[in-house]
């Protein structure tokens, strides 16, 4: 049913304003053939208005799209040849699974026999042909959010989009309609755009993600760049959880520089930089790369502290430490794994290595 052809999407120096508000603000980037790219941020960022420009639904203020470097910026929703899957699933009440997922081909007056042949290729995508002349009240969520994303497969659009289409579902549905829409595309090899604010989500699905944060493109690439190296404070903090530590650089060495909080002394791998003696650098760190002990630890940064809080997770335990040099720190461990009773106001040692943390701008 569906070729196995991949287009890519250029956007160019895009802009969209409301009056004097910028909801989205000269956002330029390109979505590979056959690329899964999410677009994540926080509610306000200008995720879903990008997607609407793309879509054809929102004109943009300024700025242009391509596909394959045909320009389609001013060309109709109905002449882009895009799927679309909505978070309300907007399938037709009074219309079976069959109907609803003919739709597209119905209104593009393709022939009985291809629409029929398309419809059950489609539902054997998304496992629902056996559910073909049910109503949409009939099915539950997930089956309704797959209904709607066979309907958005079955003309073979040039694109899918996907606008925060599992936000709708409980956790653990959602976690399987993740796994199966990563299978699919991989199956597919179409490309997507998925818009979601959960950043577990766009870590887990997508080949890159781009962070946006008050319609602005603040960071773009794969989901393990963004993670280890956020380049602001922003996404270090958006992209997970981080400790943020302002720090003085001390001096360089061989392969790291030293810093000093206070009285106390760490250090930190290089990773290409060479900060200036007195300079002020915020780095961030990862509460699961650190590690909790009774004693310091001979090699790599250590600090003394006391348990203030501890919240048990099943897998993880997440704690909240008081350290007199850094201030309060949160650390996750595995909850197996945890020697030491975590009770408040015990005394531990905080230690990481030079590599655990990151140097990242503030906002």
Same mark, same amino acid.
């Given at each position: 049913?569906?070729?196995?052809?991949?287009?890519?999407?250029?956007?160019?120096?895009?802009?969209?304003?409301?009056?004097?508000?910028?909801?989205?603000? =000269?956002?330029?980037?390109?979505?590979?053939?056959?690329?899964?790219?999410?677009?994540?941020?926080?509610?306000?960022?200008?995720?879903?208005?990008?997607?609407?420009?793309? #879509?054809?639904?929102?004109?943009?203020?300024?700025?242009? /799209?391509?596909?394959?470097?045909?320009?389609?910026?001013?060309?109709?929703?109905?002449?882009?040849?895009?799927?679309?899957?909505?978070?309300?699933?907007?399938?037709?009440?009074?219309?079976?699974?069959?109907?609803?997922? @003919?739709?597209?081909?119905?209104?593009?007056?393709?022939?009985?026999?291809?629409?029929?042949?398309?419809?059950?290729? #489609?539902?054997?995508?998304?496992? /629902?042909?056996? %559910?073909?002349?049910?109503?949409?009240?009939?099915?539950?969520?997930?089956?309704?959010?797959?209904?709607?994303?066979?309907?958005?497969?079955?003309?073979?659009?040039?694109?899918?989009?996907?606008?925060?289409? %599992?936000? @709708?579902?409980?956790?653990?549905?959602?976690?399987?309609?993740?796994?199966?829409?990563?299978?699919?595309?991989?199956?597919?090899?179409?490309?997507?755009?998925?818009?979601?604010?959960?950043?577990?989500?766009?870590?887990?699905?997508?080949?890159?993600?781009?962070?946006?944060?008050?319609?602005?493109?603040?960071? %773009?690439?794969?989901?393990?760049?963004?993670?280890?190296?956020?380049?602001?404070?922003?996404?270090?903090?958006?992209?997970?959880?981080?400790?943020?530590?302002?720090?003085?650089?001390?001096?360089? $060495?061989?392969? $790291?520089?030293?810093?000093?909080?206070?009285?106390?002394?760490?250090?930190?791998?290089?990773?290409?930089?060479?900060?200036?003696?007195?300079?002020?650098?915020?780095? @961030?760190?990862?509460?699961?790369?650190?590690?909790?002990?009774?004693?310091?630890?001979?090699?790599?940064?250590?600090?003394?502290?006391?348990?203030?809080?501890?919240?048990?997770?099943?897998?993880? /335990?997440?704690?909240?430490?008081?350290?007199?040099?850094i201030g309060e720190m949160m650390v996750t461990v595995p909850a197996w794994r945890l020697a030491i009773p975590p009770e408040s106001g015990r005394l531990v040692?905080?230690?990481? =290595?030079?590599?655990?943390?990151?140097?990242?701008?503030? =906002?």
């Amino acid at each position: 049913m569906v070729e196995p052809v991949a287009h890519s999407l250029s956007i160019r120096n895009v802009s969209k304003r409301y009056g004097a508000v910028a909801a989205v603000d =000269d956002v330029s980037l390109t979505v590979g053939s056959g690329e899964f790219l999410t677009l994540l941020g926080p509610s306000g960022s200008g995720k879903t208005t990008i997607l609407m420009i793309v #879509a054809g639904f929102t004109e943009p203020s300024s700025g242009s /799209l391509a596909v394959d470097n045909r320009e389609i910026t001013n060309l109709p929703p109905e002449k882009r040849n895009f799927g679309m899957v909505f978070q309300g699933y907007a399938l037709f009440p009074h219309l079976t699974v069959a109907e609803n997922v @003919a739709f597209p081909l119905t209104v593009r007056r393709r022939p009985r026999s291809e629409i029929e042949d398309r419809v059950r290729s #489609a539902l054997d995508l998304v496992q /629902l042909r056996q %559910l073909a002349e049910r109503m949409p009240k009939q099915l539950s969520g997930g089956q309704q959010q797959r209904v709607a994303l066979a309907r958005a497969l079955v003309f073979s659009p040039d694109l899918l989009l996907l606008d925060e289409p %599992l936000s @709708a579902l409980d956790k653990k549905l959602r976690a399987e309609l993740q796994w199966e829409l990563k299978l699919l595309h991989q199956r597919l090899g179409k490309t997507f755009i998925y818009v979601t604010h959960d950043q577990e989500e766009a870590l887990s699905m997508s080949d890159r993600i781009a962070i946006l944060r008050g319609g602005r493109l603040i960071q %773009l690439g794969q989901p393990a760049e963004l993670y280890e190296r956020p380049a602001t404070a922003f996404v270090a903090d958006f992209l997970g959880k981080s400790n943020f530590i302002a720090a003085i650089v001390e001096g360089n $060495h061989a392969d $790291h520089f030293t810093y000093r909080i206070g009285d106390a002394r760490f250090a930190q791998l290089r990773d290409g930089m060479l900060p200036a003696a007195g300079e002020r650098i915020m780095l @961030a760190l990862r509460p699961e790369k650190m590690s909790v002990t009774t004693m310091p630890v001979p090699q790599g940064n250590s600090v003394s502290g006391e348990i203030v809080a501890s919240s048990y997770l099943g897998t993880s /335990l997440h704690l909240r430490v008081r350290t007199g040099e850094i201030g309060e720190m949160m650390v996750t461990v595995p909850a197996w794994r945890l020697a030491i009773p975590p009770e408040s106001g015990r005394l531990v040692w905080l230690s990481w =290595d030079r590599d655990a943390s990151v140097v990242v701008r503030p =906002d």
